[in-house]
């Protein structure tokens, strides 16, 4: 009765992961032999477990990632695209999320662009980074719709805010006038303040030309390659 009562007390506190724990524990011989300081410890290891697995669950939910299981240990070297696994290893540890940098992807159709990107995303969520994944034309779309309603600013912070945002499909359309000014909005924000993983089929030395405006341009290139990883594929396509 006593150890159920205090079950539905750590419930009931909302320490869930250590209420689930408690009657597991409570039921192995071997937990007999520990001192009480030392069980007490396990059980407030299970529940910082407990809440380290929903954090990481509300990280990725939110994150909307195109290839939810795209992993970095999953990665294919034996295609022919001419992948760093050197690079790839550098994108493994955190350092360049806390310098801020960009990872900058690119390569013809079918190559496995967007999958690399959820991969490197998938890693910075795992190591509590929050994260988001957006289709560039798709995130245009919203953002158009946002000066009509007024929540243009809010969009943008939104963006701002994200901890590493993916854009995929990067420059697969010349942009428009206010596209140009959102995009530099967004790059402007998240400079060395956050990191920005990028995909497209547009090769980076064509990325001046693509955007335009050869000002906004300037700016744009300026802050997204300065300092960043770029990685340009090769080859024949992956899916087949």
């Not at 409570?26 to 529940?47: M, R, T």
């Not at 000014?181 to 090769?203: F, H, N, S, V």
Request: proline share 4%; net charge positive; charged share 25%.
């Amino acid at each position: 009765m006593l150890n159920e009562t205090t079950i539905n007390t750590l419930n009931a506190l909302k320490i869930f992961g250590m209420a689930r724990s408690l009657a597991g524990r409570l039921g192995d011989p071997h937990q007999a032999e520990l001192s009480h300081s030392e069980f007490v410890g396990l059980l407030v290891e299970d529940e910082k477990t407990h809440r380290e697995n929903l954090r990481l669950a509300r990280i990725l939910k939110n994150a909307k990632l195109r290839f939810p299981s795209a992993c970095l240990e999953d990665v294919n070297y034996s295609h022919p695209r001419g992948l760093s696994k050197a690079s790839m290893r550098e994108l493994g540890v955190t350092r360049w999320i806390e310098a801020h940098r960009n990872v900058l992807f690119s390569g013809p159709t079918g190559i496995g662009k967007s999958w690399l990107a959820c991969a490197v995303g998938n890693f910075a969520a795992r190591a509590g980074y929050t994260v988001a994944y957006m289709r560039v034309p798709r995130l245009f779309e919203t953002l158009h719709q946002s000066h009509g309603d007024g929540t243009h600013l809010k969009a943008l912070a939104r963006l701002a805010k994200v901890q590493v945002l993916i854009l995929d499909d990067f420059l697969i359309t010349p942009l428009q006038a206010p596209e140009r000014k959102d995009l530099l909005e967004i790059i402007e924000d998240r400079y060395q303040a956050g990191a920005t993983i990028i995909a497209g089929q547009c090769p980076v030395k064509k990325w001046h030309h693509a955007i335009g405006d050869p000002t906004l341009a300037d700016a744009i290139c300026d802050r997204l390659v300065h300092n960043s990883y770029k990685i340009e594929m090769t080859g024949p396509t992956i899916r087949t």
